[in-house]
């Protein structure tokens, strides 16, 4: 394949849990715990995971909101996981862009459209006179297929279809090569969706952009990613192609994610996995279980789960796991037997 | 019938204008019946329950139309009456646990407030207690002597909604009308919570009405199903006959938009939005959305009958003939593949014309 355009090494941030009048810390909150894989350019790499997985953390780390505790992202040849090459090269800025889930609440409701999308252009010194603004304005409303008036009007008089349009076209001001999609049509219908995703797709095609999808809805991803990452408790669970994920899941976390999928028809029913009923609920990030996190609600956990933390290791070509049931993930004892402790 | 809306209007008068939003809702649930209204939002189905709750103030919220339940006609009812009904014969259980629980009090004073308000009166104080741990059981909750004495934000969000379950169930009522339950939580938590639902209405044989956007959850709860657009019901079927032969034009393009996990790309939706309730469009109020739309769709849409339990409004139907099964859909977006993907390939289709059978 060809050379990735992100590179994430063992990414890992932790929150410290502070309290009292000392802010003494009393233990860590693992959101993110040691995360690597890379992205392909034009590729659509989805990450799912429940609430609490740490994929949205995971996000913000790589938009730079957070600083990660450890490890590094590269990105066209900077490490950006350091905040001073960031600030030393505004390029990266301006190629890694965001689309939030809920536009009501990630545009100003006191700006029209126009002014809104103005704001990146200005930052960025993208457009130096008002006309050229206006112009570049223009662009983006029919890049993201709406009609140049709207550039008037304020948020709260467009429906959620057209507010995430305009955020997406926000997105795309600054010419990004790399869009973080933080569940970008969980707000909306089904009917809307569609039309989204349509243009998310286009837009992909004919800009040459790559996507970080994150989503809970897996119906959807089935349709919209290249390759899936299933997280769960900060750490990557299982990567591979999307047609792989799905019909042949490893890890018993997948499994019980895709056989509680609820379905519209029979034929999606049959290529769910054997139905396994979910048991309990996602821990605490803050009270991680030992071993492997997900031993306590894992239906085919065995004696060694609560002991050893398993690695990735492939199974199937790009296909890959971190579950003791495959060869090559469990540690050799005692290396990392020590469950985690804070 | 235990619950029986007939031809219900709502409409509202604001600074715009009236607007008029339900438009003859006509809506039954049986006893021991499971039955789903879905809809897009704005469709009116949060609406629908809040009229049969009586929680519509009359003079903003003009009201038209019969609500009957278990013999009685609800929007005729003294308020006082209505009290009696509501949370002892009728249940909600809200979409958001952390919203509909009340933060300061524990779980326990709040189960045992409405246990105290039991239809044949307040039972005795180790009654209600040992009560509201059966239910706290019932519901699957580990350790219920524990959860009755934390308050809610001690509880996950899977616990809280279990909760709500529990409080909505305790007093055994003859309906329960759920609203997108479990619908703020992660699929395998969403999963567990609807089976203790299922498990124990059916035990109880409570009647359901589940309101919901989700079709897969209709599809996994319900025995009958209610489709609803823009105030009006537009196809009501036996939950297996709706899914697997839809004849809505609507129904058909809502169950078309859901992506599959067939994976053959995310269907495109239906084109155009959901009317203007000022100003409505007369007759089928779909009909400015539909591909199928003739000049008959200015007059108010027939109700037929096409199969067993099975009615549409639509103007396709009445004179016996009905569109084929196979749903024109149209064409999913194809997935990036990488290597070049042809433009002519991604272009929706939804021209395709309605093929009629005798």
């Given at each position: 394949m060809s050379e990735p355009l992100l590179r994430l090494v063992d990414v890992v941030k932790h929150f410290p849990i502070r309290t009292g009048f000392l802010m003494?810390?009393?233990?860590?909150?693992?959101?993110?715990?040691g995360v690597s894989f890379a992205l392909h350019p034009g590729e659509t790499f989805g990450l799912v995971g429940e609430s609490g997985s740490g994929k949205t953390t995971l996000a913000m780390t790589l938009l730079g909101a957070y600083r990660p505790t450890a490890g590094s992202m590269w990105f066209r040849g900077y490490d950006i996981a350091d905040p001073e090459v960031r600030r030393g090269v505004p390029a990266i800025k301006k190629a890694i862009q965001v689309v939030f889930q809920d536009p009501g609440s990630s545009?100003?409701?006191?700006?029209t459209v126009r002014q809104t999308l103005e704001v990146p252009l200005r930052v960025h010194g993208l457009a130096h006179t008002s006309a050229e603004a206006l112009r570049r304005v223009t662009a983006l409303l029919e890049m993201v297929e709406?009609?140049?008036?709207?550039?008037?009007?304020?948020?709260?008089?467009?429906?959620g279809g057209q507010k995430q349009r305009v955020a997406i076209a926000r997105a795309l001001a600054t010419e990004p090569s790399f869009l973080v999609l933080d569940?970008?049509?969980?707000?909306?219908?089904v009917s809307v969706q569609g039309k989204i995703i349509a243009l998310l797709v286009d837009l992909q095609r004919r800009l040459n952009l790559t996507y970080l999808f994150i989503t809970h809805d897996l119906s959807l991803m089935r349709n919209v990613a290249t390759r899936v990452a299933v997280m769960y408790l900060g750490k990557l669970a299982e990567l591979a192609a999307t047609p792989a994920l799905f019909s042949a899941p490893r890890h018993p976390y997948t499994r019980m994610l895709l056989s509680a999928i609820p379905v519209v028809s029979e034929e999606e029913e049959r290529l769910k996995p054997r139905w396994i009923v979910p048991r309990g609920e996602t821990p605490s990030p803050a009270r991680v279980p030992p071993g492997c996190s997900f031993h306590p609600r894992?239906?085919?956990?065995?004696?060694v789960c609560p002991r050893l933390d398993p690695v990735a290791a492939a199974v199937?070509?790009?296909?890959r796991v971190r579950c003791h049931l495959y060869p090559g993930c469990t540690p050799a004892e005692g290396t990392d037997a020590a469950p985690a402790r804070h | 019938m235990l619950l029986d809306i007939r031809n219900l209007h709502v409409s509202f008068t604001g600074y715009r204008g009236h607007s008029r939003v339900l438009n003859g809702v006509n809506l039954t649930v049986g006893r021991g019946e499971k039955v789903g209204l879905v809809g897009e939002t704005g469709c009116g189905k949060s609406l629908t329950v809040r009229a049969v709750l009586g929680l519509l103030q009359p003079p903003r919220a003009r009201i038209r139309g019969e609500i009957w339940f278990a013999g009685r006609n609800l929007l005729a009812l003294p308020p006082g009456e209505l009290q009696q009904i509501r949370g002892r014969e009728i249940a909600m259980i809200f979409q958001d646990p952390m919203a509909a629980l009340?933060?300061?009090?524990t779980v326990g004073d709040q189960l045992l407030d409405i246990i105290a308000r039991r239809p044949g009166g307040r039972p005795s104080e180790r009654a209600a207690w040992a009560r509201a741990v059966d239910i706290l059981k019932e519901v699957a909750l580990p350790d219920p002597e524990r959860i009755m004495r934390?308050?809610?934000?001690?509880?996950s969000g899977g616990m809280r909604q279990r909760v709500l379950i529990a409080m909505a169930l305790v007093n055994e009522p003859a309906l329960v009308i759920a609203d997108e339950?479990?619908?703020?939580?992660?699929v395998t938590i969403q999963e567990q919570i609807l089976q203790v639902m299922r498990s124990l209405v059916d035990a109880k044989r409570t009647s359901v009405l589940l309101i919901t956007h989700n079709l897969g959850v209709v599809r996994q709860t319900t025995d009958r199903v209610y489709v609803m657009y823009a105030g009006s019901i537009a196809e009501t079927a036996p939950t297996a006959d709706l899914f697997s032969a839809p004849q809505h034009p609507y129904t058909q393009g809502l169950l078309a938009s859901v992506p599959k996990l067939?994976?053959?790309?995310?269907p495109r939706g239906i084109d155009g939005m959901i009317p203007d309730y000022l100003n409505p469009p007369p007759g089928c109020r779909f009909a400015p959305r539909c591909?199928?739309?003739?000049?008959?769709?200015?007059?108010?849409p027939p109700w037929v009958r096409?199969?067993?339990?099975h009615d549409v409004a639509c103007v396709l139907y009445d004179d016996g003939s009905r569109p084929?099964?196979?749903?024109?859909a149209p064409s999913p977006i194809p997935l990036p593949t990488g290597e070049g993907t042809d433009?002519?390939?991604?272009?929706?289709?939804?021209t395709a014309p309605a093929v009629t059978r005798p």
């Amino acid at each position: 394949m060809s050379e990735p355009l992100l590179r994430l090494v063992d990414v890992v941030k932790h929150f410290p849990i502070r309290t009292g009048f000392l802010m003494r810390q009393v233990g860590v909150i693992k959101a993110v715990d040691g995360v690597s894989f890379a992205l392909h350019p034009g590729e659509t790499f989805g990450l799912v995971g429940e609430s609490g997985s740490g994929k949205t953390t995971l996000a913000m780390t790589l938009l730079g909101a957070y600083r990660p505790t450890a490890g590094s992202m590269w990105f066209r040849g900077y490490d950006i996981a350091d905040p001073e090459v960031r600030r030393g090269v505004p390029a990266i800025k301006k190629a890694i862009q965001v689309v939030f889930q809920d536009p009501g609440s990630s545009l100003n409701p006191r700006r029209t459209v126009r002014q809104t999308l103005e704001v990146p252009l200005r930052v960025h010194g993208l457009a130096h006179t008002s006309a050229e603004a206006l112009r570049r304005v223009t662009a983006l409303l029919e890049m993201v297929e709406l009609p140049p008036e709207f550039m008037h009007a304020f948020p709260h008089a467009l429906s959620g279809g057209q507010k995430q349009r305009v955020a997406i076209a926000r997105a795309l001001a600054t010419e990004p090569s790399f869009l973080v999609l933080d569940e970008p049509t969980s707000a909306l219908d089904v009917s809307v969706q569609g039309k989204i995703i349509a243009l998310l797709v286009d837009l992909q095609r004919r800009l040459n952009l790559t996507y970080l999808f994150i989503t809970h809805d897996l119906s959807l991803m089935r349709n919209v990613a290249t390759r899936v990452a299933v997280m769960y408790l900060g750490k990557l669970a299982e990567l591979a192609a999307t047609p792989a994920l799905f019909s042949a899941p490893r890890h018993p976390y997948t499994r019980m994610l895709l056989s509680a999928i609820p379905v519209v028809s029979e034929e999606e029913e049959r290529l769910k996995p054997r139905w396994i009923v979910p048991r309990g609920e996602t821990p605490s990030p803050a009270r991680v279980p030992p071993g492997c996190s997900f031993h306590p609600r894992c239906p085919d956990a065995f004696d060694v789960c609560p002991r050893l933390d398993p690695v990735a290791a492939a199974v199937d070509g790009d296909h890959r796991v971190r579950c003791h049931l495959y060869p090559g993930c469990t540690p050799a004892e005692g290396t990392d037997a020590a469950p985690a402790r804070h | 019938m235990l619950l029986d809306i007939r031809n219900l209007h709502v409409s509202f008068t604001g600074y715009r204008g009236h607007s008029r939003v339900l438009n003859g809702v006509n809506l039954t649930v049986g006893r021991g019946e499971k039955v789903g209204l879905v809809g897009e939002t704005g469709c009116g189905k949060s609406l629908t329950v809040r009229a049969v709750l009586g929680l519509l103030q009359p003079p903003r919220a003009r009201i038209r139309g019969e609500i009957w339940f278990a013999g009685r006609n609800l929007l005729a009812l003294p308020p006082g009456e209505l009290q009696q009904i509501r949370g002892r014969e009728i249940a909600m259980i809200f979409q958001d646990p952390m919203a509909a629980l009340n933060p300061v009090f524990t779980v326990g004073d709040q189960l045992l407030d409405i246990i105290a308000r039991r239809p044949g009166g307040r039972p005795s104080e180790r009654a209600a207690w040992a009560r509201a741990v059966d239910i706290l059981k019932e519901v699957a909750l580990p350790d219920p002597e524990r959860i009755m004495r934390a308050y809610p934000v001690q509880l996950s969000g899977g616990m809280r909604q279990r909760v709500l379950i529990a409080m909505a169930l305790v007093n055994e009522p003859a309906l329960v009308i759920a609203d997108e339950p479990g619908t703020a939580l992660d699929v395998t938590i969403q999963e567990q919570i609807l089976q203790v639902m299922r498990s124990l209405v059916d035990a109880k044989r409570t009647s359901v009405l589940l309101i919901t956007h989700n079709l897969g959850v209709v599809r996994q709860t319900t025995d009958r199903v209610y489709v609803m657009y823009a105030g009006s019901i537009a196809e009501t079927a036996p939950t297996a006959d709706l899914f697997s032969a839809p004849q809505h034009p609507y129904t058909q393009g809502l169950l078309a938009s859901v992506p599959k996990l067939t994976g053959e790309g995310v269907p495109r939706g239906i084109d155009g939005m959901i009317p203007d309730y000022l100003n409505p469009p007369p007759g089928c109020r779909f009909a400015p959305r539909c591909q199928f739309a003739q000049p008959r769709c200015q007059q108010p849409p027939p109700w037929v009958r096409v199969g067993a339990e099975h009615d549409v409004a639509c103007v396709l139907y009445d004179d016996g003939s009905r569109p084929s099964a196979e749903r024109a859909a149209p064409s999913p977006i194809p997935l990036p593949t990488g290597e070049g993907t042809d433009e002519a390939s991604g272009l929706p289709s939804n021209t395709a014309p309605a093929v009629t059978r005798p």
